[in-house]
């Protein structure tokens, strides 16, 4: 069973409306991966986190996404503006150390927007 | 930039049969190849991480060998059974803090 849990499990909303999921990673792993998986299963990644510092993330992610680890508290990314291309399910991954390790996903947030 | 291509969406088999799922990257890097499993609404998870170079590496029946000289990682499993029916996902890392993903190879198995 994953140890990286991904809250909600579903979630609708409408054009416009934000979106907010969060993540919490396996224990005492300080790296966190955000990807979106469209319908063909592609994977894009989004944004990464080294405890709290942003290490990369992509044009979209910076102009639409609001996303934080902060300590002691879920990880979470949030569209601001949600778009029906958004619809998409949303892996949160965790690595221990850097990328050569392994990544432990969660289950996904599938989001809708109607 | 950093790519890995997976050339089969789909493969179908019958069950006993045996399979090889296709992946080749591009890095300027040298770099750990992994093959993720993604059974239907589960979260996706390792099935295989690569060794040194022309070294086999495996797990539960699968196995690859990442041969550098040809930037391949090709998965295979020589008697494939009905609980392998799943997505496979090649993925690379070329060092620091970045994976790139394949497009996934969706394998149906059959009885």
């Known amino acids: 069973n994953s140890k990286v849990i991904q809250t909600p499990r579903y979630l609708v909303k409408g054009q416009g409306q934000k979106a907010k999921m969060r993540c919490i990673p396996e224990?005492?792993?300080?790296?966190v991966f955000w990807y979106q998986q469209n319908k063909n299963n592609e994977f894009k990644f989004l944004i990464n986190?080294?405890?709290?510092?942003?290490?990369?993330q992509i044009d979209m992610t910076e102009k639409r996404f609001s996303a934080e680890c902060p300590s002691n508290s879920p990880c979470s990314l949030e569209i601001q503006s949600s778009e029906a291309g958004d619809s998409a399910l949303y892996l949160c991954?965790?690595?221990?150390?850097?990328?050569?390790?392994?990544?432990?996903f969660g289950h996904g947030t599938k989001l809708s927007v109607l | 930039g950093d790519s890995v291509t997976q050339t089969e969406g789909l493969v179908t088999l019958t069950k006993g049969l045996p399979v090889m799922l296709n992946c080749t990257y591009q890095?300027?890097?040298?770099?750990?190849l992994f093959w993720y499993v993604q059974h239907l609404n589960e979260a996706p998870k390792l099935l295989l991480k690569?060794?040194?170079?022309?070294k086999r590496t495996e797990h539960q029946g699968f196995y690859a060998t990442l041969h550098k000289s040809s930037s391949s990682f090709h998965l295979q499993k020589s008697s494939v059974q009905l609980s392998d029916s799943a997505l496979y996902f090649c993925?690379?890392?070329?060092?620091?803090?970045?994976?790139?993903f394949g497009s996934g190879t969706r394998l149906l198995v059959s009885p």
């Open positions: 991954a965790s690595s221990l150390r850097q990328a050569d390790e392994r990544l432990f």
């Open positions: 224990k005492g792993h300080p790296v």
């Open positions: 986190f080294q405890n709290q510092e942003v290490l990369q």
């Open positions: 890095t300027t890097y040298s770099p750990f």
């Open positions: 690569s060794s040194t170079d022309n």
């Open positions: 993925a690379l890392s070329p060092g620091g803090y970045k994976v790139v």
